[in-house]
């Protein structure tokens, strides 16, 4: 008998079947992780690597292997002969993980502003801010998700603060943005992502003040509205 599907059709995990430059243990992790931030794998759900690694289209073995990754990081945790269950956050810890963000990110993002970025690396900018967009549009959610996290650790890297950009690739891991599909389906997530254009002209224009604004109303929407709130 064939196991139970972990997501419905319509959100089903993609298969890792195809060579990538990324080892599959890393591939599984980063995918099962864009799916708990989006909602697709939701607290209380249990896990089995045997069924995800058939989603997959691979070996148990580096599903296995990202599980223990993604435990250690605190996404899920082990239950013995079941598999692992998915892992909920406060409201309060969700808030403090976003404090977190605003102290590392706003001066660092102030900090690109006034200082510029060359043609090549703005042009590159503006195209994931693009992309970002199409993928709210079409209510891609993990697309939308890994654009988005592309975009933010690339301009964050831009201001030459490794530390930071590590504590926040961290952080956005565990952000849980349950609202973000509703808001997709309404039509209402592309407003919000189009604040990645405006984020990018902020930086185009070296006006910090308005990449100050943009970016405290930006962070807001993780508690806010992607999060159903």
Known sequence: MASRPTLPDSRRLPRLDEPRDLPLRAQVAEHLRHAFIVGDLTPGQILSAPTL???????????REAMLDLATEGH????????????E???ETRAQHVELRAFIEIPLMRRVAEQGLPADTLAAARRLAEDSLRAADSTDLIEFIRLDTSLHLGLLAAAGNDVAVRHVRSLRSLA?????????????????????LEIVAAIADRDPARMH???AAHLGHITGVWAGN
Request: negative net charge; proline residues 6%.
């Open 76 to 87: 899920v945790t082990a239950l013995p002969y079941k598999g692992y269950r998915v892992l």
């Open 176 to 196: 849980r943005l349950s609202g973000l599909r509703t808001l997709a389906e309404e039509g209402e997530l592309e407003n919000t992502a189009r604040e990645h």
């Open 53 to 63: 690694a058939e989603e997959f289209g691979i070996s148990a073995t580096p599903v």
């Open 213 to 215: 604004t943009l970016m």
């Open 89 to 91: 956050f406060s409201p």
